[in-house]
């Protein structure tokens, strides 16, 4: 697979990093290179670009596209890990941290990969290719386990009624693909639903995120960025829904927040200080044009921090 993606809200993203041409940058979500390739741009013959990327196919890519940039080092794992990452590479610490958090282009749009309800093929969801698919907890967990997971991370109104459909479905043979899955959801919902968008969309989502595990994966990603990040350092993440930019936009207002003592005494005793500003007091949105040219950004929000 050619792993072509187009970069979201690219110059507000990169122009939030305030990259310096002699800086050490980490885009934790290398995907294809679109925003790593920016950075590149603008840094010096002694600057460092560290590109990290769970998915083999994104590694491949950015391998083929930077491999011979001596700027670049190109690291198979988690952001979840940057900090474990840095330090095998004995960086110390780093002036600006990218994340661009969720599925990409070239993942929704390969059927095999399992995670659009469009195409028929494999119920996997695997960003990594490695570990339990969608399938697997599809045909294992319980209807209240797959009802917590459909209405945790799907916002899904009717979570209970599609698990009790998946159980029910599942009695005359496992689940093995995503248009079984889709027909089951959407025979699971009142009609109503179904003339709302696809009714499927919620569930895959909340499957895709169960998979990957992806809140924890970002909640742990902020605070590998935060503990690694230089003073004046930066970070800049994208999110897609609302579930991911609550918990950036939570974070980053508890790193900035000062005194937490009670109004009443006379004094501070709790010490605790800012840690950071933020960059944009409301995130950054895609632009009309850019809408028109990649109608995938719509929900696209950008938060930047930058570290005391």
Request: aromatic content about 6%; glycine content about 8%.
């Amino acid at each position: 697979m050619e792993f072509s993606h187009i970069p979201v809200l690219l110059d507000e993203t990169v122009g939030a990093l305030n990259v310096k041409p002699n800086g050490i940058y980490i885009d934790g979500t290398a995907g294809g290179g679109g925003h790593s390739a920016k950075i590149l741009e603008k840094l010096g013959p002694n600057g460092k670009l560290i590109l990290i990327d769970q998915d083999p196919t994104a590694i491949e890519a950015v391998t083929k596209r930077f491999g011979d940039d001596n700027r670049s080092v190109i690291v198979s794992s988690n952001f979840s890990r940057m900090r474990e990452v840095v330090s095998s590479l004995g960086v110390g610490s780093a002036d600006g941290v990218l994340l661009d958090i969720g599925v990409s282009s070239p993942q929704l749009d390969t059927p095999k990969r399992g995670f659009s309800y469009h195409s028929d093929a494999p119920l996997d969801m695997r960003m990594s290719q490695k570990g339990r698919t969608a399938a697997d907890l599809v045909n294992e967990l319980s209807a209240r386990e797959l009802s917590d997971i459909i209405f945790r991370y799907g916002e899904e109104k009717f979570a209970r009624s599609i698990a009790s459909g998946i159980v029910k479905a599942r009695e005359s043979g496992r689940i093995e693909t995503t248009l079984q899955l889709a027909e089951i959801v959407s025979n699971s919902v009142p009609a109503a639903k179904r003339r709302d968008g696809h009714p499927a969309r919620k569930t895959f989502q909340a499957l895709r995120i169960a998979v990957n595990g992806e809140l924890q994966r970002l909640e742990e990603g902020l605070d590998s960025a935060f503990s690694i990040l230089s003073s004046g350092g930066r970070l800049a993440v994208i999110t897609f829904h609302s579930l991911e930019d609550r918990i950036v936009k939570q974070k980053m207002a508890s790193w900035c927040r000062g005194c937490t003592c009670p109004k009443d005494f006379p004094v501070c005793v709790c010490g605790n200080k800012p840690k950071g500003r933020l960059v944009f007091r409301k995130p950054v949105e895609p632009s009309l044009e850019e809408l028109d040219k990649n109608p995938r950004s719509r929900s696209a929000k950008l938060r930047c921090f930058e570290k005391l």
